[in-house]
């Protein structure tokens, strides 16, 4: 019966599933937060490249 009160208590003293969690979800964020970023740049710079390509067309 030690040997089983030993074992749960080092379990619930660990804390490496819980930080495993935390940097799971610290990704995650991090992942959304580039991808939007990028998708917004990406959008800001078509409409720079189609804003050059219609000065080209007007003017040639």
């Excluded at 804390?15 to 992942?31: F, Q």
């Excluded at 991808?35 to 710079?45: D, H, N, Q, R």
């Amino acid at each position: 019966m030690d040997k089983l009160t030993a074992q749960i208590k080092r379990f619930l003293l660990d804390e490496s599933g819980p930080t495993a969690t935390e940097y799971a979800v610290m990704l995650a964020v991090i992942s959304g937060g580039a991808i939007t970023a990028l998708s917004e740049f990406g959008s800001g710079v078509e409409a720079i490249y189609n804003a050059i390509e219609g000065a080209l067309d007007a003017n040639f």
